[in-house]
């Protein structure tokens, strides 16, 4: 940013900021060649699964891109975040997954913008993990949810799936019904540890369920530049996945992390923060990888 003329305050660069991350050009991000659906998955418990989920639905949402949030992690983080209902009894993933109502039955609009839709999780989905095993295509029951129709109806361009901090049969359901899986590592001592049985069982999925599946995107979250660490977890997974890892970094900051108790995503919160500018910035560098051919640059 540039302007240091004699009216330039912090304030007024924080205003700036806001007003381009709530007013972008139209038509600034690319709408994408085919339809995507991410799934954000990472064992790994308190990563920026669910933050990075909403946070970047919002951003696309933002720039005019109709984008789904579907909570699949019965803790519903997700639809907090978005401020959608998700009381027991509330039509939600849990009975899409058992057919009992269809997606676009479940789909909430969130407050924040018409863009943004939501299928909340209730702690109904506490209990599908395990009912899950006894049903039929356990697999594949929110593939056969999310198919072309039942997305045409509700018309987005992209939808990110939540996960649980679990590989269970809702991951594997996430990933059955994705062709994208988007990881989120944080930048912290152990950021490493269990992606290798993460990556493993991304690669069962694709070998015998699923053979479309690829992690397109790695988004490093939570990086604090004060630590030598964070720097060196950052080359680390440079190093080990190459362009699959968007260029923007998440930094930590505390407006993303106070924003759900308010029902809201950052982009709401405080569009003028850190933490809004940076998931723009990813959301961005997201939709322009989508809209090359068709092709995703540097999956894995
Ligand atoms: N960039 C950030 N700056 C500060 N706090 C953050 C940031 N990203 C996430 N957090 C906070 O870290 C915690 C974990 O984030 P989040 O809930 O997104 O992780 P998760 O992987 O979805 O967790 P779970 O595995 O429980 O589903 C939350 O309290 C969140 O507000
Ligand atoms: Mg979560």
Redesign the pocket.
């Known amino acids: 940013m540039t302007p240091p003329s004699s009216d330039w305050t912090p304030i007024a660069e924080e205003a700036e900021r806001a007003a381009r991350v709530l007013h972008p050009e139209p038509n600034m991000l690319p709408r994408p060649d085919h339809r995507r659906v991410l799934t954000v998955a990472?064992q790994k418990?308190?990563?920026?699964?669910?933050?990075?989920a909403v946070n970047l639905a919002a951003a696309l949402a933002v720039h005019g891109l109709k984008t789904l949030v579907i909570d699949l992690?019965p803790?519903g983080?997700a639809s907090t975040a978005l401020n959608v209902d998700h009381r027991s009894g509330t039509p939600s993933v849990y009975e899409v997954l058992l057919g009992e109502v269809s997606l676009a039955d479940a789909v909430a609009v969130s407050e924040q913008s018409p863009n943004l839709l939501c299928v909340p999780a209730t702690i109904d989905l506490a209990g599908a993990e395990i009912e899950l095993v006894e049903m039929e295509n356990r697999e594949s029951r929110l593939k056969e949810a999310l198919s072309a129709e039942a997305i045409d109806e509700i018309g987005v361009d992209y939808v990110f799936i939540d996960c649980?901090?679990s590989l269970g049969l809702l991951t594997v359901n996430a990933m059955v019904a994705a062709r994208e899986v988007l990881i989120?590592i944080q930048c912290e001592y152990y950021a490493l540890e269990g992606l290798g049985q993460l990556l493993s069982n991304i690669d069962l999925v694709q070998k015998h369920l699923n053979p479309s599946l690829a992690v397109s995107t790695i988004l490093l979250?939570?990086y604090d530049g004060r630590t030598k660490l964070a720097d060196q977890v950052t080359a680390e997974v440079r190093g080990h996945f190459g362009d699959v890892v968007l260029k923007t970094v998440?930094?930590?900051?505390?407006k993303?992390?106070e924003a759900?108790s308010y029902g809201q995503t950052v982009l709401a919160y405080d569009p003028g923060s850190r933490?809004a500018m940076s998931y723009v910035d990813a959301a961005k560098e997201i939709a322009e990888r989508g809209s090359t051919n068709g092709s995703r640059s540097g999956t894995l």
């Open positions: 990472n418990g308190g990563v920026g699964k669910t933050t990075s992690d803790q983080n649980p901090p989120p979250t939570m998440i930094p930590r900051n505390v993303v992390s759900p933490g």
